[in-house]
Every structure is written in C-alpha cells, then in structure tokens.
C-alpha cells in the first residue's frame, strides 16, 4: 500500500486530511461525507473522491467516509506510527525559528540534532535540541539513524554540505537556501523558497484576481507544486 504512486499534489494533501480527520474522531464522529470534509479543508470535493480513489475505493456511496478506518489508512502512508528524526543544519535566523517550531504538534516529526559551524553556538542546547559540530555530523547521523535534513546554511556552502550528508545515507533534503543543489538519483530535494511562493501569490492575484479554483487555494491544482 505504501508503495502507491500517487500526483505529488495528492501527496501534499494527505497531511491536510490526515489533521482533520483527527479533530472528527476527537469529536466522537464515525463517518464523513466528501462534502463534508471538502468544506473543512478547502479542496473540492471531486478532488477528495480522486485523491482517495489513488488509494481504492474506501468511501461508500450515501454513507461517506468511515473516520476511523481512513484514519488507519493514512497514518500508515503518511508513516505517523513512527516518530522521524530529522537533522537540521545552520543553526542561524531561519534555523533558530525552525528548532523553535520543531514541527511537533499534530505530527511525528522532530528535529533531533542540530549542527553548527560556529563555535559559539556548537556544543550547546537550543528548543531542546543538542547543537553539534560540524566535524560530529556523519557519526551523529549515522548513530541516530537520521536519514532527512534541514539545511538553513548560507548558499557558498550548501553544496559541500550536500555532499557530507549524502555521504552519511541521508535520503531526503529540505532546502532552505535559494540554490539548486545536486544529489545522487538516491536523494529526494523538497526546495522551500519564501520569496518564491508569494510572488506566485502576487502574480496570481494580478492576473487572475479570485478566480483561482473554487476555495482559492492552489493546493488544489494538480499541475502545481
Ligand atoms: P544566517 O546567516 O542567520 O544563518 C546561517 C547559519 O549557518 C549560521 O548559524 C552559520 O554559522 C551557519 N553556517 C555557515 N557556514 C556553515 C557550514 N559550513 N556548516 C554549518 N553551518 C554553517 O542565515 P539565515 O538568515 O538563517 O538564512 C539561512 C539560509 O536560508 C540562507 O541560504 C538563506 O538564503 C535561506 N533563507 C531561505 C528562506 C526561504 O524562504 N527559503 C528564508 C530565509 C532565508
């Protein structure tokens, strides 16, 4: 089942299914109608029937969504029965925000080790998490089993950086910096860039007003990412 291919922008909805379905079963509700959920997360609901038809047919009609058992069947993709360690490097602005953040609430990810180059920060705690330095980097990642990095490093670096952490099995890199870095085919690069997303959002506004899909959220287009 975890093997599914699926559009990436279903995969981006997933965790957006994943917390509401939970508010329901807090709420004691045992099933949902796509109509339902759809008004709840913003995305139409014929998108929700062909995300989930991915997936086989897990609604029935006139009845909806069973909570609990599509709760199951996501928590199991979405791989939250596990807790994932995740490193983060550049213990900078950015990065000082996202150790503070550390992703814990409503999800099974954490950040659990972070690396500095600078000696001042290295070898202290921030948020709660170990700062270590950068020669420590490949022994830490490989002891604590972290196969997923954060990078919040200037750009003149990321790239050797890039190389360690492929050196050291990482499978996954979310990059923080505005250059494109190289991996191994091996290594998935999910590129975060701020300044990016809102002139998207400025250049939709300019030329498209709010005629943007039907709950103005681009999360809904399946060409986009
Ligand atoms: P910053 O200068 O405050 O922090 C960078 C940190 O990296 C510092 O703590 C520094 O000691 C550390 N560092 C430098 N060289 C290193 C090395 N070789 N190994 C390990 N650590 C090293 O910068 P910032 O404002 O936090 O920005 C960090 C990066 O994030 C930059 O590339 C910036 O362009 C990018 N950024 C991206 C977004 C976004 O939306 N994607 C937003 C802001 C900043």
Known sequence: MAETKIPRATAKRLPIY??????????DKKRVSSTELSEAVKVDSATIRRDFSYFGALGKRGYGYDVETLLAFFKKILNQDTLTNVALIGVGNLGHALLNFNFHKNSNV????????????AN??????????????KKQL?????????????????QEITDDLVDANVKGIMNFTPLRISVPETVRVQNVDLTNELQTLIYFIEHY?????????????????
């Open 18 to 27: 994943y917390r509401y379905l939970n508010i329901l079963l807090d709420a």
């Open 110 to 121: 954490r950040i659990s080790a972070a690396f500095d180059v600078n000696e001042a920060i």
């Open 142 to 158: 490989i002891e604590q089993q972290i196969e997923i990095a954060i990078l919040t490093v200037p750009t003149t670096v990321v």
């Open 209 to 225: 007003g709010q005629q943007l899909g039907e709950n103005g959220h681009d999360d809904q287009n399946e060409t986009q990412d």
């Open 124 to 137: 202290t705690v921030q948020s709660g998490v170990p700062v270590y330095p950068m020669t420590e980097l």
